[in-house]
């Protein structure tokens, strides 16, 4: 089966600053759970803004081929209706904004792209609800504004719930566990885990391997000074839990 | 002191929306294709910007009064109206433009415009069918429901071309109700008493120096006249059009609703896309009497002018409405995108004990487009109370200022009053302002004032766009977000419209 994603020496730097990612090789098929963890200010969340296209990064060499296809030739817009799918770690606030509003403009955006006819409120209210029923996870959220005045949970829940709706290719889920009290994070991961499928690839950036414990990832990664510097299986998270980063950075040196 | 005497307009409470069908929540999954509907829209344009090509019937520019003396004849006047107009013109001339607006003007030539342009016709219409079909054609063009379109759409309409009213739709069937919506010329002649009793009452000949102009000028416009305990059963409207170069258009709106009566009358506003600045100066009396409740909503798309300035409508509207009797309401709701530059305050005088007075807008300016608006609320009688509502949206290097007035007079025991005034920057070179006055002379009053500033900021575009909204639609969804307080209060045909405009007028305002 041919690689969904393929980042071959990627490097970059936030626009007129210091590089921060130096050379990231990494390959990701569909199906597969991959962990990149490494201490603060390693480039992991660099790495998934470099992905997503955030402004204010320059990519200054290697590529990124995603399904086959340049991906750093398009737009954020672009990439996201091609199914690239980024959870914050700090979900912006929309006032104002429905967030079922929002969703449904979202979701008809990107079946606007594909050429699927978008659905209206009834047929969006049907998905709407069996998402939150696969997720187990309540409709309280979904008549408020966008993120605004959510907890922390709940904006991470926020996040979970869009991805199911919007069903990517390839969910980066940028520190996702970062602030979830334990039973926040039972939720959120039970959601990753019922949204695990043989076509779709999840990135979990974290720095802890506590998240791990709930989404058990196929290939961990360690990333340290803009480079990835250990990869293996799952235990390779619970050495590095015994060891910490500081081990693996003279390693790398 | 001048901003004492300039400005005009009001608005109504929060709960003042008679008709539920009205109230709409503008961002509700419920609310079909809007999203869809901002990027058709956004390829737009000005769309509005074309001419028709009428014979026209015009005075002589300039202005005296013999200028004054043709209008009155053209409109076969009675002897007190043309007095009325003649002093005013007096008192017009011994007044000059208000200087107090944050507003960069080039001096305007008042003896170089025309003041009466009327498309020619024999006589005045007796149905649609005898109105001239290039007219017909133009509020086709601008996609306003004349005619049969009207009893689809369930909106009676009176159309003002330039200067002239062109057509009234829907009158039998309000005539039943015994509600007057005619033209205001027509007003002048069936129901002479009703004019001569209100007009003027609310917005005095002198009130202020475009106030005086329009007074002595004005050419037609649209009367509404709603009876005791009577409800109107449908939304009235006025569309307004600027058509001729070179014109001023001065139209004057007199609104009465009589005791108990309802009534929800809505106003647009296009001109055709010409390089020289066109002139506006209307005004609008409201007249609410006890437990009497109107309801004044406005979608304001003058021609801007280009992505320089050059050419676009000055904007300088008088609009006020009088709370006259205990628990009169008085709403007004506004969308101001289009214009150079726009000097607007709706206002209530709140004169009836427990009368209510709101005002909602959003005012929009993009490439070099001025506005100055807010409102006045003026508390008199007791226990009254009003709600202010403002969003500003600067883009570009337009610059947005609001200025708005609370006074709670001696008398006016146990008064309140709640401003909001949000502003919303885009991009590096825009402006906003924000210039409460706030005069109280009761010490049992309160009256609160919010007020913010923000920016639209990289983050939450990004977020939409990672969504996979294209830009322009994660600046309408932003926008309309920041807007819904007000839009929410606009009936629903209005608040797709509006809605639309903001993405037009906003277009090109980021990347």
Not at chain 1, 190 to 199: A, I, T
């Amino acid at each position: 089966m041919s690689n969904l994603l393929e980042i071959h020496d990627l490097r970059a730097r936030t626009l007129g600053g210091r590089d921060i990612l130096k050379g990231i090789n990494l390959t990701i098929a569909p199906g597969e759970v991959h962990a990149i963890m490494g201490p603060n200010g390693a480039g992991k969340s660099t790495l998934s803004s470099v992905l997503a296209g955030k402004p204010g990064y320059e990519v200054t060499g290697g590529s990124v081929l995603y399904q086959g296809r340049d991906l750093l030739a398009l737009p954020a817009d672009a990439r996201a209706r091609e199914g690239i799918f980024l959870a914050f770690q700090y979900p912006v606030e929309i006032p104002g904004v429905n967030n079922t509003y929002f969703l449904r403009a979202a979701l008809n955006a990107g079946r606007r792209h594909r050429g699927e006819p978008e659905l209206d409120a009834a047929q969006f209210l049907k998905a709407v609800k069996e998402k939150l029923k696969l997720l187990d996870i309540s409709s309280d959220l979904l008549q408020r504004p966008v993120n605004v005045g959510f907890s922390g949970g709940e904006k991470k829940r926020n996040e979970i719930f869009q991805m199911a709706m919007l069903e990517p290719r390839l969910a980066v889920l940028d520190e996702t566990d970062s602030g979830l009290d334990i039973d926040a994070l039972r939720v959120v991961s039970n959601g990753v885990n019922r949204l695990r499928d043989p076509q779709r690839a999840i990135v979990m950036i974290t720095h802890y391997q506590r998240l791990l414990d709930y989404i058990v990832p196929d290939h961990v990664h360690v990333l340290s000074d803009g480079r990835i510097v250990a990869s293996g299986d799952k235990t390779l998270a619970a050495t590095l839990e015994q060891t910490g980063y500081a081990h693996l950075d003279s390693a790398a040196a | 002191m001048g901003f004492d005497l300039a400005m005009p307009d009001l608005a109504m409470p929060e709960a003042a929306t008679p008709n539920p069908a009205v109230t709409v929540s503008a961002d509700s999954a419920e609310t079909p294709d809007t999203l869809e509907s901002f990027v058709s829209a956004a390829n737009e344009g000005y769309k509005y910007g074309f001419v028709t090509d009428i014979e026209a019937d015009e005075a002589e520019p300039g202005l005296t009064e013999d200028t004054v003396r043709f209008i009155s004849a053209k409109k076969g006047e009675p002897e007190w109206l043309l007095s009325w107009r003649l002093k005013a013109f007096q008192r017009w001339q011994q007044m000059s433009d208000p200087q107090w607006a944050k507003l960069k003007i080039a001096p305007i030539d008042f003896q170089g415009a025309c003041y009466y342009s009327a498309p020619k016709q024999n006589a005045g219409p007796k149905s649609l069918d005898e109105v001239d079909p290039e007219l017909l054609k133009t509020y086709e063009k601008l996609g306003i429901p004349l005619g049969e379109r009207a009893a689809l759409a369930g909106v009676a309409v009176d159309a003002v071309f330039d200067s002239v009213s062109v057509a009234t739709t829907y009158k039998e069937k309000l005539g039943e109700l015994g509600i007057i919506f005619c033209s205001f010329g027509e007003a002048v002649r069936e129901h002479g008493d009703l004019v001569r009793k209100y007009l003027g009452s609310v917005v005095p000949q002198g009130d202020n120096f475009f106030a005086a102009l329009n007074s002595a000028v004005f050419s037609d416009g649209s009367f509404v006249y709603v009876p005791p305990g009577v409800r109107c059963p449908m939304e009235l409207s006025t569309y307004f059009r600027i058509n001729a170069a070179k014109t001023g258009q001065f139209e004057r709106t007199l609104l009465i609703a009589d005791k108990g009566s309802h009534v929800s009358y809505l106003e647009g506003c296009t001109a055709p896309q010409r390089d020289e600045n066109q002139l506006h100066a209307a005004v609008v009396e409201l007249i609410a009497l006890e437990d009497a409740e109107i309801k004044y909503s406005t979608v304001q798309n003058w021609y801007p002018g280009d992505a320089e300035g050059r050419g676009g409508i000055y904007n300088f509207v008088t609009k006020r409405g009088a709370c006259r009797g205990d628990r009169a309401k008085i709403s007004w709701a506004q969308v101001e995108t289009g214009s150079a530059i726009t000097w607007k305050y709706p206002s209530c005088l709140l004169e009836g004990d427990h009368s209510v007075g709101a005002f909602y807008s959003v005012a929009i300016t993009n490439n070099r487009q001025q506005a100055d608006t807010g409102t006045k609320m003026i508390h008199i009688g007791r226990n009254t109370s009003s709600t202010v509502i403002s969003k500003g949206i600067s883009a570009g290097r337009g610059q947005n200022t609001y200025r708005g007035q609370i006074k709670v007079m001696p008398k006016a025991e146990d008064a309140r009053n709640f401003t909001q005034c949000d502003s919303l920057l885009i991009g590096k070179s825009c402006g906003a302002h924000t210039v409460p006055y706030i005069d109280v002379r009761n010490p049992t009053a309160r009256v609160e004032h919010e007020a913010t500033t923000s920016k639209i900021s990289e983050d939450q575009m990004f977020y939409c766009q990672q969504r996979g909204l294209p830009q322009e639609d994660a600046l309408s969804l932003i926008v309309n977000g920041f807007c819904k307080e007000v839009l929410k209060e606009l009936p629903m045909e209005f608040a797709v419209e509006a809605q639309k405009l903001l993405a037009v007028s906003l277009e090109g305002s980021v990347g």
